[in-house]
């Protein structure tokens, strides 16, 4: 058969588009130009779409993604919306009429992006009204906070992040405007109610996602292959240990875009359902490398409470919507969020080739710039986190930007106290994972031995975290100086240590 996919309810051919066809160029060259190329790096969202994802068994849930960053294949067989699928000019969907209301687009570029992250959060299942929320309209904010739109949190503020109708406003965080101002979009998003009965869009997540098509596409733009199971896609790479694993595809999109890099095989596993397992066992918590944060975020619902803290921090809702463990780790980039988080974790992954699986430490798994252990014809299949869990977390994420933004230096702690027998708390155990500081991801071992066995006290944070700033080799470059980031490795414990501090009965006598 014709390999096609269904955009706005229509069949499409996807003809010759090989291996090397983004999403949105396809789509733009078939007609639906509504989507915009704006970065070609998934940092704008003037390109979002959205894909019908799976939400359990027997229903679906629309998912918001950058079109610049995935390949046309791999949406064989699958369902996409972009922004022309949402109304007529004369009957405006409710996501298109709150932004033309409120003022929520000049220019246009990237309002149709705006219109599709905003739907996906606007047909979130989880999202509901606030107590003080009104699920027609957004109340404004009680009188003497400002004038602010938003629920209040417990000391009387307003939570500029989230609306009385339950809308996350980081479900726009991939999502740029050079000309209107973000207040006008905000208040769109907090001024929508709950989709209607007989909404089209809405009716369609009462049945479950498509099936992932098995796909084998070629032409002078590369060939892609989506094997039907692990089996298959383990013999292709073992035949072909050049080939391009291909999952989220953030970085893939990245390196066809900017570097214009070419392979001529890429095997798509995102799909692959060995991949994309979420299991809870007595001593350990697995997660599938072909996952995507959000469905990780979504799966655990806090119970890693460190993974907690960092998936807000990395990068965008849309990236996330993507990216997985797999290819962040894959990559072997120094750089990459989740790395240090599961270093402090004590994390290992189970390697898989033809010939069978291996489980490797994950501080033993870089072995240089961009390298590993992981061989040519093996994949990451699984990210294994021991249990319980460090009860005393933290990542702190030092960019030029609170969100969507790379690195400079991250930093992942993980530890547990005791009680001493003077009445205060010793350390009985503290892993460090870093980032950014070297040309690997690395646990800070010397830190952590200074700390283990030692007083949980400002005098014993202070000490070790000098040490801490002289743990790997910072390098200077546009993101940071060396000096820069020594500082900020120093600064990050003694930040932890206020963070989690319960002082002792002896500092607060002498304080």
């Known amino acids: 058969m014709d390999p096609h996919v269904v955009v706005n309810g229509h069949k499409r051919s996807l003809g010759d588009v090989g291996g090397h066809v983004t999403l949105l160029e396809w789509l733009r060259r078939t007609g639906y130009t509504g989507s915009k190329e704006g970065c070609a790096e998934g940092e704008c969202g003037a390109c979002a779409v959205l894909v019908a994802r799976p939400n359990g068994e027997d229903s679906s849930r629309w998912t918001a993604i950058n079109a610049c960053l995935v390949p046309a294949a791999g949406l064989e067989d699958q369902e996409v919306v972009t922004a022309e699928g949402f109304g007529q000019p004369d009957a405006l969907h409710p996501v298109q009429q709150g932004m033309a209301d409120l003022g929520g687009s000049q220019c246009g570029y990237c309002t149709p992006g705006f219109i599709c992250s905003m739907a996906s959060e606007y047909y979130r299942p989880e999202r509901t009204p606030t107590a003080s929320g009104d699920s027609e309209r957004a109340p404004e904010a009680e009188p003497g906070v400002d004038g602010e739109r938003g629920i209040l949190e417990d000391d009387g503020a307003p939570d500029h992040e989230h609306g009385p109708n339950g809308f996350d406003l980081h479900s726009l965080s991939g999502n740029l405007c050079r000309c209107t101002g973000y207040r006008p979009i905000r208040d769109a998003a907090y001024d929508l109610g709950q989709p209607g009965a007989g909404d089209p869009l809405l009716d369609r997540l009462a049945s479950p996602a498509p099936a992932p098509a098995a796909t084998s596409i070629s032409s002078d733009q590369g060939t892609f292959v989506r094997p039907a199971s692990l089996d298959e896609a383990l013999e292709l790479l073992a035949e072909h240990p050049e080939a391009l694993l291909v999952a989220g595809s953030t970085d893939w999109g990245v390196e066809l875009n900017i570097r214009h890099a070419r392979t001529a095989l890429s095997i798509g596993i995102d799909r692959l359902s060995e991949l994309r397992e979420l299991t809870v066992g007595n001593d350990t918590i697995d997660l599938g490398a072909a996952l995507s944060l959000t469905e ?65 430490p994950l501080a033993e798994y870089f072995t240089g710039y961009r390298q590993s252990v992981r061989m040519p014809h093996e994949m990451i299949k699984t990210i294994r986190i021991p249990t319980p869990v460090a009860p005393i977390t933290g990542f702190h994420k030092i960019a030029k930007r609170r969100f969507d933004d790379i690195s400079s230096v991250a930093v992942a702690f993980a530890m547990r106290l005791e009680p001493s027998a003077d009445g205060g708390q010793v350390v009985a155990d503290i ?17 952590e031995e200074a700390l283990i066995g030692k007083p949980w006290t400002r005098a014993t944070a202070f000490a070790a975290s000098a040490i801490l700033g002289a743990e790997g080799t910072p390098m200077s470059d546009h993101r940071a100086s060396s ?29």
């Open 483 to 511: 000096h820069y980031r020594a500082a900020m490795l120093k600064t990050s414990l003694l930040k932890f240590y206020n963070e989690n501090n319960a002082p002792s009965q002896h500092e607060s006598q002498m304080s």
């Open 431 to 447: 892993k460090i994972g870093v980032g950014g500081v070297a040309a690997t991801p690395l646990r800070a071992t010397g830190t």
């Open 296 to 360: 990780i975020e979504r799966g655990l619902d806090g119970q890693i409470p460190l993974l907690a803290k960092l998936f807000p921090q990395f990068a965008s809702r849309l990236i996330r919507n993507g990216a997985t463990l797999g290819g962040n780790l894959g990559t072997g980039s120094p750089i990459g969020d989740t790395p240090p988080g599961l270093l402090a974790l004590d994390a290992s992954l189970v390697l898989a080739s033809r010939d069978g699986e291996r489980e490797v």
